[in-house]
């Protein structure tokens, strides 16, 4: 029996579950470039470019491989506008009696696929994607009689798992399971931040920028300077790179940020990771060896590899708990739209600026900035979860439904009502000044609170504090907060709330 394996633009390893066992003699690939999917978003341009020349890669090693693959390339008038579409032409055409697949990475796609077996009047084969850690159900069983999800004790059941980072007597490497305290440093500058991966784009890659720039100009971003890797090889290749140049440091300066350096000490590889060319255990392992051969920091590599199989894995199992709900919630009970600045950048709040200008440039900002800048704005002011949800996911290179949105709308919206996470992280223009060297260079006065060039994000973040006190005032992480809000002066406090609310007044004009 001839089957019909499909591949996503997310799925392109040779290790994907799709290809177990398959016949290369017998069975039929098929990969696609859609308009559905590519255009369902207003995806940063570089996102595109950086999957479709992937998958064009993979294709081509995959036919190399001995593989018969269709290929569908993106054609703005193409009769085959989503993947169902071609799946069917395809089933016809190779005469294919069953469609396989592995489980795709969005609700929206997994309940389509979920019902072609009616739609195509063939078995369609779902299988679990083994790329992760956890298994959904393993994450359900762990999460299951839990009110609150806490990531620190998932991660040290995937610490166990794994053994990373373990010593043989099961217990943690260095005496303690996480390092996070060692990792708050300020960078001023030194040591040198190192130059990220590079690699000129290639053929393929120089067609799809040009197809990019034609079919799809109105996106967000630019393609300008694509150094993304599109290959396998390359990707591990970016991962040695930072476990030489940017794994020493990425512990200390993990929650810095610069006015002047885009991706300091950060791996860059999440592109990598989320589509496929990089394997999430393979990183993890090399920073674990780094610091056994006493190339890294224990704080550098605990903190790495906590991001991927504590953080990483944990969204991705409270996406697949809770959707499709997951994505309504609003439990902050949030109105307001999300201002135009995140598209153009044009804001004086030189924060604000330089995160959303380096996402147009490069589809990548680093955690830090997408945390306690544009998201923590996001809090403060109270955007819909919908609409920074839907910016989120379009502007991000790696940015795919199962790991955005719980980062969106559970840690920065806290609009789950702190399922995924203990305390809101709203912050004043105190904890960005302290973290960065932003605030010099600013239009804005990080020191002032109330006058007309005060930072914005000051009498917001009172605000804040003031407009939810029934949601957080008996939180016991946020008590210290209601005590510092209620001690100051009763002109102070309203001095502070009609300040935040101009802001609130003019947002789009900050
Ligand atoms: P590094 O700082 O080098 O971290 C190493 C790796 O850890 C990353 O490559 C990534 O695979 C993993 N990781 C770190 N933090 C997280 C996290 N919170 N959730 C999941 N994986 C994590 N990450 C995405 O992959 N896609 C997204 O769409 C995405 N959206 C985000 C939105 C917001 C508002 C926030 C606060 C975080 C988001 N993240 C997202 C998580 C994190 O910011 C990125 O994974 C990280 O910035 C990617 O850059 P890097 O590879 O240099 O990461
Ligand atoms: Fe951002 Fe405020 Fe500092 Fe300006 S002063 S950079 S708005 S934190």
């Given at each position: 029996?001839a089957n019909l394996i499909l591949i996503l633009g997310d799925q392109l390893s040779p290790q994907i579950s799709a290809l177990e066992n398959a016949n290369p003699?017998d069975d039929r690939i098929v990969m696609a470039e859609v308009?559905d999917e590519a255009?369902?978003?207003?995806?940063?341009?570089?996102?595109l470019?950086l999957l479709f020349s992937a998958m064009r890669h993979f294709g081509e090693q995959l036919k190399a491989a001995g593989w018969r693959v269709h290929y569908h390339d993106f054609?703005?008038?193409?009769?085959y506008?989503s993947l169902e579409d071609v799946v069917a032409g395809q089933l016809?055409a190779q005469?294919c009696?069953r469609v396989i697949t592995t489980e795709c990475g969005e609700?929206?796609l997994h309940?389509q696929i979920s019902?072609w077996?009616?739609?195509l009047?063939v078995p369609v084969e779902i299988r679990p994607d083994t790329r992760f850690?956890?298994?959904?159900?393993?994450?359900?069983?762990?999460?299951?009689?839990?009110?609150?999800?806490?990531?620190?004790?998932?991660?040290?059941?995937?610490?166990?798992?794994?053994?990373?980072?373990?010593?043989?007597?099961?217990?943690?490497?260095?005496?303690?399971?996480?390092?996070?305290?060692?990792?708050?440093?300020?960078?001023?500058?030194?040591?040198?931040?190192?130059?990220?991966?590079?690699?000129?784009?290639?053929?393929i890659?120089?067609?799809v920028?040009?197809?990019?720039?034609?079919?799809?100009?109105?996106?967000?971003?630019?393609?300008?300077?694509?150094?993304?890797?599109v290959t396998r090889?390359?990707a591990?290749?970016?991962?040695?790179?930072?476990?030489?140049?940017?794994?020493?440091?990425?512990?200390?300066?993990?929650?810095?940020?610069?006015?002047?350096?885009?991706?300091?000490?950060?791996?860059?590889?999440?592109p990598y990771i989320n589509c496929g060319l990089l394997d999430?255990?393979?990183?993890?392992?090399?920073?674990?060896?780094?610091?056994?051969?006493?190339?890294?920091?224990?704080?550098?590599?605990?903190?790495?590899?906590?991001?991927?199989?504590?953080?990483?894995?944990?969204?991705?199992?409270?996406?697949?708990?809770?959707?499709?709900?997951?994505?309504?919630?609003?439990?902050?009970?949030?109105?307001?739209?999300?201002?135009?600045?995140?598209?153009?950048?044009?804001?004086?709040?030189?924060?604000?600026?330089?995160?959303?200008?380096?996402?147009?440039?490069?589809?990548?900002?680093?955690?830090?900035?997408?945390?306690?800048?544009?998201?923590?704005?996001?809090?403060?002011?109270?955007?819909?979860?919908?609409?920074?949800?839907?910016?989120?996911?379009?502007?991000?290179?790696?940015?795919y439904?199962w790991?955005?949105?719980?980062?969106?709308?559970?840690?920065?919206?806290?609009?789950?009502?702190?399922?995924?996470?203990?305390?809101?992280?709203?912050?004043?223009?105190?904890?960005?000044?302290?973290?960065?060297?932003?605030?010099?260079?600013?239009?804005?006065?990080?020191?002032?609170?109330?006058?007309?060039?005060?930072?914005?994000?000051?009498?917001?973040?009172?605000?804040?504090?003031?407009?939810?006190?029934?949601?957080?005032?008996?939180?016991?992480?946020?008590?210290?907060?209601?005590?510092?809000?209620?001690?100051?002066?009763?002109?102070?406090?309203?001095?502070?709330?009609?300040?935040?609310?101009?802001?609130?007044?003019?947002?789009?004009?900050?």
């Amino acid at each position: 029996m001839a089957n019909l394996i499909l591949i996503l633009g997310d799925q392109l390893s040779p290790q994907i579950s799709a290809l177990e066992n398959a016949n290369p003699a017998d069975d039929r690939i098929v990969m696609a470039e859609v308009a559905d999917e590519a255009g369902y978003a207003n995806h940063h341009k570089k996102k595109l470019v950086l999957l479709f020349s992937a998958m064009r890669h993979f294709g081509e090693q995959l036919k190399a491989a001995g593989w018969r693959v269709h290929y569908h390339d993106f054609a703005a008038d193409s009769e085959y506008k989503s993947l169902e579409d071609v799946v069917a032409g395809q089933l016809t055409a190779q005469s294919c009696e069953r469609v396989i697949t592995t489980e795709c990475g969005e609700w929206r796609l997994h309940e389509q696929i979920s019902q072609w077996h009616t739609r195509l009047g063939v078995p369609v084969e779902i299988r679990p994607d083994t790329r992760f850690i956890a298994s959904k159900k393993e994450f359900a069983d762990w999460a299951e009689g839990r009110k609150q999800l806490r990531m620190e004790f998932f991660y040290r059941e995937m610490r166990r798992k794994t053994g990373l980072l373990m010593t043989a007597d099961g217990d943690p490497e260095g005496g303690h399971w996480n390092f996070d305290a060692d990792n708050r440093k300020k960078w001023t500058g030194k040591p040198a931040a190192p130059a990220p991966f590079r690699l000129e784009p290639d053929d393929i890659t120089r067609q799809v920028i040009e197809l990019v720039n034609r079919h799809f100009a109105d996106h967000f971003g630019t393609t300008e300077d694509f150094h993304f890797a599109v290959t396998r090889q390359d990707a591990e290749a970016a991962l040695e790179h930072f476990i030489d140049y940017a794994l020493p440091c990425f512990g200390d300066y993990q929650d810095a940020i610069s006015d002047t350096e885009d991706w300091l000490f950060h791996s860059i590889l999440s592109p990598y990771i989320n589509c496929g060319l990089l394997d999430p255990l393979t990183a993890c392992e090399a920073a674990a060896q780094a610091w056994y051969s006493g190339r890294a920091p224990i704080n550098a590599a605990e903190g790495f590899i906590r991001q991927i199989i504590g953080w990483r894995e944990f969204v991705r199992g409270i996406y697949w708990l809770h959707m499709p709900d997951y994505a309504k919630e609003n439990r902050l009970g949030n109105s307001r739209s999300l201002p135009w600045f995140y598209w153009s950048g044009k804001t004086q709040m030189r924060c604000m600026h330089k995160a959303i200008d380096a996402t147009r440039r490069n589809a990548y900002a680093h955690h830090i900035q997408r945390l306690m800048v544009t998201g923590n704005f996001a809090l403060l002011t109270g955007i819909k979860p919908q609409e920074i949800c839907d910016w989120y996911l379009a502007v991000y290179a790696d940015a795919y439904d199962w790991v955005e949105l719980p980062n969106v709308l559970g840690m920065v919206m806290h609009a789950d009502g702190g399922y995924l996470g203990s305390k809101p992280y709203a912050a004043s223009g105190k904890y960005i000044h302290r973290m960065s060297d932003h605030c010099a260079n600013c239009h804005y006065n990080v020191n002032k609170s109330t006058e007309d060039d005060a930072c914005p994000f000051n009498a917001l973040y009172w605000h804040f504090i003031d407009r939810h006190r029934d949601d957080f005032e008996n939180n016991p992480r946020m008590g210290m907060m209601y005590r510092n809000w209620d001690k100051q002066s009763p002109d102070r406090r309203e001095a502070l709330l009609t300040r935040a609310e101009w802001l609130l007044d003019n947002v789009e004009n900050l």
